[in-house]
């Protein structure tokens, strides 16, 4: 995952030989308008990346919610699925019920192997924060709102030729801070998927989610098929109320086999490592979100072009 502009990270990539950037738009304002769109799209180009996936969202707490103004807000989605499919940017990283509590963890400084720090969450923790202001919404009533959501924008999706992937709710709970989750097990997203059904409505296959949820992941993987749109390549150790990052090479899951399973289901698309240790010689990148320092990411790349190669 890249930012909009030029920096060390695209350096890096274009190092490894990578070709397909996946975007997010830190600190910029209106980024789904055309104009945004269009020059952070040719910007890649110009640096040799094809720009595959927008994994940013616009504000959709009240569309979550049920709220006033949550027409609105879906405008604004539909207008960035229009914008992206006239520019030929082909997938669209979303959340549903990580509005509108967001991705917790509880320590950002856990020691790892050779001093190395992952993340790692504890719901304990959580259970003892005051409940979000939002708590008291009901879970059919998120199921109503995401029923909702859907049917105004899948077909917008389907007319711009864009692939929406949904991306499981992290962590996998059933409720946070008294709101309840609903992307949380296999067939929960089976469920979801069969909302709307459309060759356009997917999933982002986030690996240390399903392995949270304690599926085995490459059963998972063929479970989902082609309405797989987008991997995140990760791993965890642990439940979905007390889990660890883990380093891709030393985590539970069969990373070799799962590789082999989206090979084995004619996946394409765009995958990227996520969440990975800080190393030594990292202090540098305090203002680096946690999981997304430089140097295992080079590790992890490294490793998943290794197991490409391996199943070709």
């Known amino acids: 995952m890249l930012p909009p502009s030029p920096d060390r990270r695209w ?29 952070t799209r040719n910007r890649f180009a110009d640096h040799g990346f094809s720009l595959d996936v927008v994994e940013d969202r616009p504000p959709m707490e009240r569309t979550v919610l049920g709220q006033e103004g949550r027409d609105e807000e879906i405008e604004t989605v539909k207008r960035l699925l229009r914008n992206m499919g006239r520019l030929g940017i082909d997938v669209y990283c ?17 020691p790892d192997r050779g001093d190395s720090l992952v993340t790692g969450y504890d719901h304990e923790w959580i259970e003892r924060a005051e409940d979000h202001p939002a708590a008291g919404i009901t879970e059919e009533e998120l199921w ?29 709970v059933e409720e946070l801070r008294g709101v309840p989750r609903l992307v949380t097990s296999l067939e929960r997203y089976e469920r979801v998927l069969e909302l709307h059904e459309s060759p356009n409505h997917g999933v982002t296959f986030c690996q240390g989610n ?39 090479d030393d985590g539970p899951t069969d990373m070799t086999a799962a590789m082999e399973a989206y090979q084995d289901i004619g996946f394409d698309g765009a995958i990227r490592p996520d969440h990975v240790p800080k190393m030594l010689g990292e202090e540098d990148r305090a203002e680096a979100h946690a999981g997304y320092t430089d140097m295992g990411r080079l590790f992890a790349i490294g490793y998943m072009k290794g197991l490409i190669e391996r199943g070709q």
């Open 210 to 248: 399903f392995a949270a949820m304690g599926e085995d992941v490459p059963s998972a993987i063929r479970r989902l098929g082609e309405r797989i749109h987008f991997v995140h390549f990760r791993d965890v150790e642990g439940t979905p109320e007390s889990f660890v990052e883990t380093w891709h």
């Open 144 to 172: 109503d709102n995401l029923q909702y959501f859907l049917d105004e924008v899948v077909p917008v999706a389907e007319e711009a030729g864009v692939k929406m992937a949904l991306h499981p709710d992290d962590p996998p």
């Open 11 to 39: 350096t890096l990539a274009k190092q490894l030989g990578v070709e397909s950037a996946v975007v997010r738009f830190w600190g910029v304002d209106d980024w789904w308008e055309y104009e945004t769109l269009l020059e």
């Open 94 to 110: 979303w959340v549903w019920t990580e509005n509108p509590v967001g991705v917790l963890r509880t320590s950002d400084s856990i």
